[in-house]
């Protein structure tokens, strides 16, 4: 279950005079909206950006005190944040996804960093998968992972790339928050089925080519069986997919799936900018 919304931090002084900006980037996400935004009422300005959702989350979005902004659909939401970002009050800035339950204890520990540290720009929490509401224990998905969802905007830049949509300027850090309670991490409630699986990644796909060229990324095919293959080892045995059974074979061979398709996108991109000499042959 998603944590309580009772569940607040501490307000003493300490916590009060550090103010946060979230931004939550949503499309039909009411089943899990309410929980993500009730669980974030710590921060000063809470952005909903909505892309035309069908369903009630403008509604809860509403009644949870956000303010509401309304933009077309993008494929990806990097290039939603890299938009959206100039209109966040506070230096401070959440990106949560709205299926991810923050829990708010967290932000103590991030205040605690903020004030005695100058050069932190970006801060790392403790984060779960959850697929088809059960926690994974291994794949690349699964175990304790960390998610550097709280960003000083002056100190990162923002990309529209897919899965690059942050990075630190050179003379600032990251910091990571410990797994010291068990119970305080963020709850992603990733997949909570196949067909939402498939059609989540299939959007990503189309994009991963373009932003693996824009990172030094070339298309050879002895890459692509090779890496094909790595994708699903290291999800199965390196990442300890066979803890989580018939589901975590199964993601690994999507794992696998999904390398191969990356760098077939990774190839017509390649194609489509570069000259012909340049282009791996078939």
């Not at 401070?92 to 540290?117: C, G, M, R, S």
């Not at 066979?242 to 990774?266: I, K, P």
Request: with cysteine; glycine share 6%; proline share 4%.
């Amino acid at each position: 279950m998603p944590f309580s919304s009772t569940a607040a931090p501490d307000t003493t002084d300490s916590v009060l005079d550090v103010s946060f900006t979230a931004i939550v980037v949503t499309y039909n996400e009411d089943r899990r909206l309410r929980a993500c935004l009730e669980n974030l009422s710590f921060v000063d300005q809470l952005l909903v950006v909505d892309l035309g959702s069908e369903d009630r989350s403008v509604e809860i979005a509403e009644d949870c005190g956000a303010s509401v902004l309304h933009y077309d659909r993008l494929p990806v939401v990097e290039q939603v944040r890299v938009r959206v970002v100039e209109k966040a009050r506070r230096d401070w800035v959440f990106f949560v996804d709205p299926d991810e339950v923050f829990h708010p204890a967290l932000a103590e520990h991030a205040i605690t960093i903020i004030k005695n540290t100058e050069d932190v720009g970006r801060i790392f929490f403790p984060w779960k998968f959850y697929f088809r509401g059960r926690p994974l224990r291994g794949t690349r998905w699964g175990g304790k992972k960390h998610k550097g969802i709280l960003i000083h905007k002056d100190r990162c830049k923002l990309s529209a790339d897919v899965h690059r949509g942050i990075e630190l300027k050179d003379e600032y850090r990251a910091a990571h928050i410990s797994w010291e309670h068990p119970a305080h991490h963020i709850r992603h409630y990733w997949i909570d089925s196949y067909s939402k699986l498939f059609s989540k990644h299939l959007r990503y796909i189309r994009q991963e080519g373009e932003s693996r060229f824009n990172s030094g990324r070339r298309f050879s095919w002895s890459s692509w069986v090779r890496e094909t293959g790595r994708a699903f080892k290291r999800c199965l045995i390196d990442q300890q997919g066979w803890r989580d059974g018939a589901t975590g074979v199964f993601l690994s061979l999507f794992n696998a799936w999904y390398e191969s398709m990356s760098l077939l996108s990774l190839r017509r991109y390649q194609k489509s900018v570069s000259t012909p000499s340049e282009v791996s042959s078939p």
